[in-house]
């Protein structure tokens, strides 16, 4: 498999653990997935370049680095993404975040876009989609669809478990796109589910089953 990086930091490991634990009820799951999150969130930022600037610190002018390059817009896709952006906007505060809307048609199968707002100024900024769960790729093919549209040049996937399908499907259709995630599990159900996963990820954030 290409471009794909799991994030195996122990407490990443460990806190997905209990997310999947189907006695862990939803106050729980979803401080749960903004911590993962935002650990995660630092692995899929290590490649941010640095800029070298001079800072006058109480005892002497030093050499300091900074962040420099483009700057950020993080894209949660609704439902589930939006429970991993507390921690993100903790970790990076002047990020942008857009939202995209997915739904999949149940006759067709396809993608549809139900809802879409962006920073205006995406097409400058990189960009990191994020989605708790990687399960067929449609949404996450068509996500990235919406943004290279919108003019992204630089976008990465950050998920908090995958399917082989999931990362076979959007490594085929956006090669250029890097996924991150904590997990690749066994495989997806007949009802397009992740095995062992964790449920349905949005319904136990907000409690809805
Ligand atoms: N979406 C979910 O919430 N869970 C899965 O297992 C697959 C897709």
Partial sequence: MQNVKIIDHPLVQ????LMRDVNTGSKEFRELASETAMLMCY????????????????????????????KLAFVPVLRAGLAMTDGIIELLPAAKIGHVGIFRDPETANAVEYYCKLPTDIADRDVIITDIMLATGGTAVKTVDILKKAGVKNIKLMCIIASPEGIENVNKACPDVDIYCGSVDEKLNDHNYIVPGLGDAGDRIFGTK
């Fill in 14 to 17: 460990h806190k997905i653990s």
């Fill in 43 to 70: 692995e899929a930022t290590r490649d941010l370049p640095l800029k070298t600037v001079e800072i006058q610190t109480p005892v002497a002018m030093a050499k300091c680095k900074v962040v420099s390059g483009k």
